[in-house]
């Protein structure tokens, strides 16, 4: 059984978690960050790496693989550990000082202090039923790069905002995109919507798919319409964007308040338990907006106060990172 020792321990490899990362580095806080996805970037990986993101100061619009990618090249000028693909599963508070993070895998990080950024949770994908037995095989739940269904003919599934994007994503590399939504509107974003008109995007409206077909790949789909029309359309892939259903897991038994599914914080982001704190879409409290932008801040807060109780000596303000001798001084250097 693998055991590391760090000052912050980060669940969560989101936007929100990354950039923690780079605060804890910048405070000369030793830091592992945890995420049960194979890749960092949250949501924004999993999901819409091709959206455009356009709720943070001085960033009027940034695809998402972008911004996670600029995010991961801030959090690793501090060199923190990565335990990608783990779970964090249960937490020893033994030790108040030193809280004892197990993960999936068995490994366990002894830290002085965690900071939770797992957003909604973990998610997996609502399941398109015609398409039980065909995952891997043309059945799609997610679109991490676009290019891979370069001069294929898509169908994609779904009426909701990933749906919508990934219909406006695929129109450029794909050879034709169908989309198909079961209801007469759409709950995606309505202009979003309204520019599948000029799109190139086939869409269809009251039509489910009945039945896949081919052999070890997908060849074709039958759809059936409300008024009972059934057509057979040839496809190469069909991308089932349907939504999906999250859980914070383990993580709720770990004795903090939750407020519905996020846990309660304080103004300094502590949870009611010691050295645990939280940020992003996780947490709550009164009056929260649940922008990307806010979250960054709330992390900030959050490092920088658990800094302050790992090391009562250490400033709340650690300086600005344009002063590069403040980020390097005594006054800021590694806690043992």
Partial sequence: MNRIETDVLIVGAGPVGLYGAYCAGFRGLRTVVVDALEEAGGQITALYPEKEISDIAAVPGERGRNLVAALL??????????????????????????????????????????????????????????????????????????????????????????????????????????????????????????????????VLTCTEVDELHGDDKIHAVTLRSDDGLIQSLEVDAVIAALGFISELGPIRQWGMEFRGRSVLVDQRMRTNLPRIYAAGDVSDYEGKVRLLSVGFGEVATAIGNAAVEIDPDQPLFPGHSTDRDAAHSPESAVIP
């Fill in 73 to 202: 090249r801030q959090a690793k000028t501090y060199d923190p550990e990565f335990l990608l693909g783990r779970t964090a599963v249960d937490l020893d508070r033994i030790d108040p000082d030193h809280p004892v993070v197990e993960l999936s895998d068995g490994t366990t990080v002894r830290t002085r202090a965690v900071v939770l950024t797992v957003g909604v949770g973990s998610f997996v994908p609502r399941p398109l039923t015609a398409a039980m037995s065909w995952q891997g095989n043309g059945v799609h739940y997610f679109v991490p790069d676009p290019a891979t269904h370069r001069g294929q003919r898509v169908l994609i599934v779904g009426g909701g905002d990933s749906a919508v994007d990934w219909a406006h994503a695929l129109v450029p590399v794909a050879d034709s995109v169908v989309l198909v939504h079961r209801r007469a509107r759409f709950r995606a974003h309505a202009a979003n919507v309204t520019a599948l008109a000029d799109s190139g995007v086939k």
